[in-house]
Nanobody, 122 residues
Framework: QVQLVESGGGSVQAGDSLKLSCSAS????????MAWFRQVPGKEREFVADISWSLGMTNYADSVKGRFTISREATKTAVYLQMNSLKPEDTGVYYCAADSHGWGLPYEWNHWGQGTQVTVSS
């Protein structure tokens, strides 16, 4: 059973940076795309960024454009999220997701990690 495992969360001050990592364990699969989502208590999980595996094409939520960068490491089936200029509103649990179906757009996130907490204080 493939599992996605996130790491790199923590508590930081506004303006600081963090880098989140996510890698697949427990088996192998072909990821056609991977993404980061985040959620705060009482709110819907929201999209942050995604990246296509073959071409490395990226998409970002407007709220993080210019501050966050998603990247991938194909040999490890790993995805990263470099977060700069963090704001208190970036606080939440960050989840990694993968589309292993490859049925095209929109992506279908059929694998999810357990999440890692990011807390940004002012």
């Amino acid at each position: 059973q493939v599992q996605l495992v996130e790491s790199g969360g923590g508590s930081v001050q506004a303006g600081d940076s963090l880098k989140l990592s996510c890698s697949a364990s427990g088996g192998t699969f072909s990821a056609y795309a991977m993404a980061w989502f985040r959620q705060v208590p009482g709110k819907e999980r929201e999209f942050v960024a995604d990246i296509s595996w073959s071409l490395g094409m990226t998409n970002y939520a407007d709220s993080v454009k210019g501050r966050f960068t998603i990247s991938r490491e194909a040999t490890k089936t790993a995805v990263y999220l470099q977060m700069n200029s963090l704001k208190p509103e970036d606080t939440g649990v960050y989840y990694c997701a993968a589309d292993s179906h490859g049925w095209g757009l929109p992506y279908e996130w059929n694998h999810w990690g357990q999440g890692t907490q990011v807390t940004v204080s002012s």
